[in-house]
Every structure is written in structure tokens, then in C-alpha cells.
């Protein structure tokens, strides 16, 4: 039997991208999937293709940043698929620069989704798992929230930021039968590391013990075993996907 059959996982920002990559791995192991993304069209798109996996789908045009529309979305999606087993906190967004050049509104926009969207799905989401004393909250995080980036201070505060929050939702929830991890991926090949100079991508290559960079499909399986039973006796926790960059005492 698939390993997530008769559960149903939300996924802010699973439109496209490693988000799109962890919904297809939950719905490949029968969990049903409500794709959350602030782009509907592609939110369809995607919860279109995944019914071909065999489960039901629902996309949710859904702004994690704004509390209300959280909550809402949250209520639109428990009416339509009944429960909510596993939250995936994947929806976030970069503005780059130096942080002498950073504009206000870069640090605000880059914190109120990656930080703040986190703080607000997770409060308005625990609320249905302390009811049915079970729950898997999954936040994805970065390598940059631990060890910094040029030119990401916004980006890497927020990532940091979920970081601390995971542990310390993980200690409240604990109680209730709910674990709280995060995955922390390092350069993944997307196609936004596509558009790197081949000279970055040697450089950044040069930094990996591995000396290879990780797929979506390295984060969607970190994830994966987070939101199943194997992962039962595990809360508080960062995984890292990131091919050995980063190793954490």
C-alpha cells in the first residue's frame, strides 16, 4: 500500500518548481494533494496533472504572506478535502542585493512570505492537527539560512527565521502528537541556477563535496520521509540536501 494513502497534504507554492516536485512525490505514495500557490492558472495546471497519479486535487490561489487569505484558503481547502495530515511550507520568494543597496521593501517582501507566510500557515493549520492529535509539519528552509549569502541578508534572515521557528513549534506541538521539521536544500538545479555563467556554476561546483548539484526530486524525497510514518519519533530537526556543503556538528 502506498505510503501516504488516505492522507492529505497541503503545499504552499507547489505550482512549479521543487514545490511542484514534493507534490508529485506525496501524490506518487496516494496522499491526496491541495496545491496552494498565488498563481491559480498554474495551481490547475498542476492539480490537472497530478489526478493522473490517481488521487484528488485541489488548486488554491492562496497568499501566505496575508493572514486572512491564509485562513480562508485554509477553510476553502478542510470544506472541499475534509482534513489536513501533512503542511508543507515550500512557498517563498528571493530580491537580492548587497545589504547596503537593499530596499526596504525587499527585506518587508522577502520576510512577510518566507517568515511570515510560515508563521501563518503553521498557526492556522496546527489548529486542525492539535484537534486530531496527529500532524506532519514540513518547512522548507536553505543552506543560506545557516551559513549566510552574498547579497541574500533579507533571504538569508528569513530562511534562518524558519529555522528557529521550526524548532520551536516543534517543542509546543510535540505534546499533541504533531512533528515539526524543516529541509534545508543547498544549490539545487533549477531553472533559475540554469541562467548561472558556466564560470558560477564551477565555482559554486568547487564548494560541493559531492561535486554535483541537487534535483527537486532530492528535496521532494528529504520531504517525503518527513511526512510518513518512518519519520514518527523525528520533530525538531534540519535535514540538509545539499550534497555535503554544509556539515552541521
Given amino acids: 500500500m502506498p505510503r501516504l494513502k488516505g492522507k492529505t497534504a497541503f503545499i504552499t507554492g507547489s505550482a512549479q518548481g521543487i514545490g511542484k516536485s514534493i507534490a508529485e512525490a506525496l501524490a506518487k505514495e496516494g496522499a491526496d494533494i491541495i496545491v496552494s500557490d498565488i498563481n491559480l492558472e498554474l495551481a490547475e495546471k498542476t492539480a490537472g496533472e497530478l489526478k493522473s497519479l490517481g488521487v484528488k486535487t485541489m488548486p488554491l490561489k492562496s497568499n501566505v504572506a496575508d493572514y486572512k487569505d491564509a485562513e ?15 503542511l508543507v511550507n515550500n512557498a517563498g520568494i528571493t530580491k537580492d542585493g548587497l545589504l547596503l543597496r537593499m530596499k526596504v521593501e525587499d527585506w518587508n517582501a522577502v520576510i512577510a512570505v518566507n517568515l511570515t507566510g510560515v508563521f501563518n500557515m503553521t498557526k492556522i493549520i496546527s ?12 518547512n522548507i528552509a536553505s543552506i543560506v539560512g545557516e551559513m549566510g549569502n552574498f547579497g541574500q541578508a533579507n533571504y ?78 523525528i520533530t525538531g530537526q534540519v535535514i540538509n540536501v545539499n550534497g555535503g556543503m554544509l556539515m552541521n556538528t
Avoid at 480562508?72 to 501533512?86: E, H, N, P, R
Avoid at 489548529?127 to 514540513?138: A, D, E, N, V
Avoid at 524548532?167 to 544549490?187: M, Q, T, Y
Avoid at 559554486?204 to 563535496?209: D, E, G, L, R, T
Fill in 156 to 233: 538569508a534572515a528569513s530562511k534562518g527565521g524558519v529555522i528557529a521557528f521550526t524548532k520551536s513549534a516543534a517543542r509546543e506541538l510535540a505534546g499533541r502528537n504533531v512533528c515539526v521539521n524543516a529541509v534545508a536544500p543547498g544549490f539545487i538545479q533549477t531553472a533559475m541556477t540554469d541562467k548561472l555563467s558556466d564560470e558560477v556554476k564551477k565555482a559554486m561546483m568547487a564548494q560541493i563535496p559531492l561535486a554535483k548539484f541537487g534535483g527537486p526530486g532530492d528535496v521532494a524525497n528529504a520531504v517525503l520521509f518527513l511526512a510518513g510514518s518512518e519519520s514518527d519519533y
Fill in 127 to 138: 489548529t486542525l492537527m492539535i484537534k486530531q492529535r496527529s500532524g506532519k509539519i514540513i
Fill in 72 to 86: 480562508q484558503g485554509v477553510s476553502q481547502a478542510v470544506a472541499q478535502m475534509g482534513k489536513i495530515d501533512i
